[in-house]
């Protein structure tokens, strides 16, 4: 069964693309984009252990001549095809962006449940502006898939923090999560208030939450 976080960055890819999906764990997304998609995907992890588990996924599908699998650092040079489109799951976003300094392509597909706002922002000041957007909630957490292309930019704080289409779609999905993120930050909001210690960024964070509950 294909897990609703594969199908959330699947969302994001076009019929037929080049993917090279770094830290591919089982490489599950390649299977599901060549046989749903058609595309061509590159895949790879720093553990060769990991690599040798994808390798036999990708055997079951009998796809081993449509998906190419090596042991790779991301955080290395990877000499990528610019032109492909990167995806990047299952890590926080400081990883993300560590990677994104030596490897770089014209779009570049994220995941994760860590710190948007500094996601959103470090790659657009990369140079790139964000395509497309997907909420889903899988296995009691909020995952966001992000798809970024090359090209100019200019967001308000909102938008990096809660995401120009999510926002622009504002289903009940995104209200939801939205006041998750009010939950989980109100009570240390409240408290350095009480002790006139609140911090700017906190401040506005909240400010903006409380515009899409």
Not at 7 to 22: F, H, Q, R, T
Not at 40 to 62: G, L, P, Q, T
Not at 154 to 162: D, G, K, P, Q
């Amino acid at each position: 069964m294909v897990s609703n976080r594969i199908k959330s960055i699947s969302s994001l890819v076009n019929d037929g693309e080049d993917i090279i999906d770094i830290g591919c764990d089982h490489a599950l997304l390649d299977i599901y984009l060549t046989l749903e998609y058609g595309c061509r995907c590159r895949c790879c992890d720093v553990s060769e252990y990991i690599i040798n588990r994808a390798i036999s996924n990708i055997k079951k599908y009998n796809l081993l001549d449509s998906i190419d699998v090596f042991v790779g650092n991301g955080y290395d040079d990877l000499n990528l095809d610019f032109n492909s489109v990167m995806v990047l799951s299952g890590m926080g976003t400081s990883t993300i962006l560590k990677i994104l300094k030596n490897n770089k392509t014209r779009d570049i597909i994220c995941q994760t449940n860590t710190d948007l706002f500094t996601l959103r922002k470090g790659i657009c000041d990369m140079g790139y502006y964000i395509v497309s957007e997907d909420l889903v909630f899988d296995n009691n957490r909020y995952y966001v898939s992000i798809r970024f292309s090359v090209g100019n930019s200019n967001y308000s704080y909102c938008e990096f923090l809660l995401g120009p289409h999510l926002i622009k779609g504002d289903s009940l999905l995104f209200r939801e999560y939205v006041k998750y993120l009010y939950n989980k930050n109100i009570d240390g909001y409240n408290k350095s208030i009480k002790f006139n210690n609140c911090d700017s960024n906190l401040d506005m964070m909240i400010k903006c939450l409380k515009q899409y509950i």
